[in-house]
């Protein structure tokens, strides 16, 4: 038998298989493939004529296939990259493509030939460059900057002969000066006009282009103000700096009562401004000081003319107890500079803690240090000064802590908007003194200061660790037990017995969801899930906890027969934890999961602690009035028992209360210090052993559930004794409902 071969092609003819395609002939078919840089229209890369054709594949689609800097061109059947304008390839060839190891440079202008003229000098950006006048020059279109020869920088005296009015201008080291005419003096101080202010504010605004809408709205107000004194009076004398110092600090209390920016760059951003600003008006604030007090802002300023100032100054807030100490000399800087004026400002920010705790990228970390906390009120202090990143005489800071803690834990930092988007940073500054009280920093330059007070990692981690998982294993087992217990053997429900159901059942959860899924932070929309049903199961156990302590002091001290209605215990047990987690998570809900653990961060760790820290107190009252009861009672059960075994039954109950009432978690609050380890220890064991605790109690402490676990087991192991079992059991029951209606508490 003779078979045709598909892929013989007629003189003049495309194949069977089209354009851009091979044809392979089988045995009694044939296939096709597409040649190098096309692909078939099925997407496999054997396909027949009548099912497909070979199209381009455009390898421009894919992401970043020429790399960066580079632009990609299809072709057919291939492609090429090329450099962007402004880079050269490494290896100096024009086109190339992925796999030649070609990569894009940048191409450095400045040190080639560029347009920039004299006056100016070049500054390379990525791709491009551009060109900034030198000091004491300028473009007469008011542009910052410029590239090509269309402009060039020129006296800035000649380009507006008007800049000083009626005063004659000259060209300065820094920028330029007005002199009085003859005939008139002051006092040799070199006025810097205003127009030069508000330039200094639209540079601001150039500068600050990506940043967050309040501080834009901050800037134009600034430079608007400023425009319209200028424009009020042509003389600088007339320039009223109160009204723009005003403005500036409303505008600051309006941004800072809005709430946390919880963003660092927006942070380095308002810093940034407000130093700024300050510099810019304070030469224009009548001499000696301005103060000025606010809801969130406190500031005293202080102002000298000629003669040049010596000695030390010193500024202090009143709403925080902040100080500092300096020369004068620090604050008008360069003797043969000194422009007539010497101005230092302390600023204090009420609230601004809220939003700079947690980036501490630049700090120096000891060992044994797991984080960092803002433990004073953040300061920005500013001289007119402009050369201030190494001062030969350091700034002396007096700041008071917020909170009371260990001498030897604070680190005196400042905001360093340069570090990664804006991180406080230690560098330059070192603690001097420190006590309880406050703390003294030394720095060798100016910026926004606050004091760090250090929070420390837990000694003996794996050994903590090793005790929480086998903890929290047997509370599982055991209080599963409980849970079967309680919910099974009728002979003792009650209203008592429904409150230890619940308390087990919320623990058995909460220990499930902390050993499962507290380090759990891959996923950050499941980290936060896993936090909010840790926070409702966990506070749910301390309102089971708080209904214990209420029904066992009703049981001991007040003997009511009387019990808690299902429908009112339910509202308390698990209305109230609802409550409480869906305002949080309404109000804050980025406050659920952290970057270590699935569990509440510092904003809403008190959503958490507020409520324990309540019940806790309800339970101690209740723990002392019961535990007193108790020790009554024990001096009554048997005249001639021995003192020591008294004593020893009563530790034994009052602990196992203690223990029940979860009133261990007080030693949960000494876990912020270096030197708790006992306290650690102690936190650790109580909490991960409760479930054990609660078994051994209610359950093998109860005479009457014994019996019943007697009971069960004489069933599995006698089964031929069922029926007098049977007959034991239900002549005990009525006997068993009797003590419980006694309201007498069984331990």
């Known amino acids: 038998m003779i078979y045709d ?37 099925t997407k496999t890369v054997n396909f027949t004529a009548d099912k497909g054709e070979c199209q381009d594949i455009n390898e421009c689609l894919q ?4 790399g960066p800097n580079a632009k990609c061109t299809n072709a057919f059947p291939n492609y090429s990259c090329s450099c962007n304008t402004g880079f050269i390839s490494s290896t100096g060839v024009e086109t190339f493509r992925q796999g030649d190891n070609v990569t894009c440079k940048d191409i450095d202008e400045c040190l080639e030939e ?101 501080a834009c709205d901050l800037l134009i107000q600034l430079k608007n103000s400023c425009l319209a004194l200028t424009e009020s009076e042509n003389s600088p004398s007339h320039l009223d700096g109160y009204d723009l110092l005003e403005r500036l600090l409303s505008a600051i209390d309006d941004l800072l009562s809005g709430g946390a920016f919880n963003d660092n760059k927006k942070i380095s951003t308002f810093l940034d401004i407000v130093e ?106 500013t001289v007119s000064n402009t050369n201030t990143s190494h001062l030969e005489e350091p700034v002396q800071i007096t700041f008071h802590h917020l909170n009371q803690a260990d001498k030897n834990n604070h680190t005196c930092v400042f905001w360093d908007s340069s570090l990664d988007k804006g991180a406080w940073s230690d560098r330059g500054c070192y603690v001097k003194e420190s006590n309880l009280e406050y703390t003294v920093c030394s720095c060798h330059h100016l910026s926004s200061f606050a004091v760090l007070m250090a929070l420390y990692e837990i000694e003996n981690k794996f050994e903590l660790q090793l005790i929480t998982w086998v903890g929290l294993s047997l509370s599982l087992v055991c209080l599963f037990i409980c849970i079967l217990t309680f919910s099974l053997i009728r002979s003792i429900k009650s209203p008592r017995t429904t409150i230890h159901l619940h308390l087990c059942i919320t623990l058995f959860i909460s220990n499930l969801i902390f050993l499962a899924g507290i380090s759990q932070t891959e996923n950050k929309v499941g980290c936060a899930v896993v936090a909010g ?32 209605k299902t429908l009112y215990m339910m509202a308390g047990g698990y209305g109230v934890p609802a409550v409480i ?29 507020g409520p324990v820290c309540v019940i806790i107190v309800v339970n101690i009252v209740f723990f002392l009035i019961t535990v007193w009861k108790l020790a009554q009672k024990f001096s009554s059960l048997n005249p001639d028992l021995h003192s020591l075994q008294k004593i020893k039954a009563f530790i034994i109950t009052a602990v196992a209360q203690l223990c029940v009432l979860g009133i261990m ?14 306290m650690s ?39 031929q004794k069922k029926r007098y079992s049977e007959f034991s059991h239900s002549s005990k029951a009525p006997a068993s409902k009797s003590s419980q209606d006694t309201g007498e508490s069984r331990i």
């Open 665 to 678: 978690w007080i030693f949960g609050s000494f876990q912020f210090d270096k030197g708790t380890i006992v």
């Open 5 to 41: 071969d598909e892929c013989v092609e007629e003189s003049g003819q495309i194949g069977i298989c089209g354009k851009n395609a091979t044809c392979h002939n089988t045995y009694g078919s044939y296939y096709c493939q597409c040649v190098d840089g096309y692909e078939s229209t």
């Open 681 to 719: 220890y102690l936190f650790t064991i109580f909490g991960s052993f409760q479930g054990v605790l609660l078994f051994v109690m209610h359950c093998l402490f109860c005479k009457q559930v014994r019996d019943e676990y007697g009971n069960i087991l004489s069933k599995l192991c006698t089964p």
């Open 114 to 214: 560029n347009d920039c003229g004299q006056n100016a000098k070049c500054i390379n950006t990525l791709g491009s460059y551009y060109c900034v006048c030198n000091n004491g020059f300028g473009l007469k279109s008011g542009k910052l900057n410029f590239t090509g020869t269309q402009e060039q920088c020129e006296d800035i005296c000649m380009i507006d002969k008007t800049i000083c009015g009626n005063e004659t201008c000259h060209r300065g080291a820094s920028s330029y000066y007005c002199e009085c005419r003859a005939g008139f003096t002051n006092y040799g101080k070199k006025e810097y006009p205003t127009k030069l202010m508000c330039d200094a504010f639209k540079e601001m605004d150039d500068v600050k282009l990506q940043t967050f809408q309040t």
């Open 581 to 609: 987690v869906a305002i949080s998570a309404l109000s804050n809900a980025k406050g659920y999961g952290t970057e270590k653990h699935c569990w509440l961060d510092l904003t809403l760790i008190w959503a958490f602690f």
């Open 533 to 564: 049903l840790l926070h409702f199961f966990c506070l749910a156990a301390f309102c089971w906890m708080c209904l214990e302590g209420i029904q066992l002091f009703r049981m001991v001290v007040l003997v009511f027969n009387t019990n808690f």
């Open 63 to 66: 992401d970043n296939i020429c």
């Open 276 to 381: 700024s600003a300050l510099r810019l008006i304070g030469p224009f604030i009548k001499p000696p000081r301005k103060t000025r007090l606010s809801n969130y802002t406190d500031l005293e300023l202080l102002v000298r003319n000629l003669p040049l100032p010596k000695g030390p100054v010193s500024l202090s807030s009143s709403s925080n107890q902040t100080r500092v100490g300096m020369q004068w000399e620090t604050v008008a800087g360069d003797p043969s500079r000194y422009p007539g004026f010497a101005v230092v400002s302390l600023l204090s920010y009420a609230n601004l803690n809220d939003s700079a705790n947690g980036f501490f990228q630049g700090v120096k970390r000891e060992k044994g240090i797991k984080d960092f906390k803002i433990n004073s009120k953040i300061i920005t202090v």
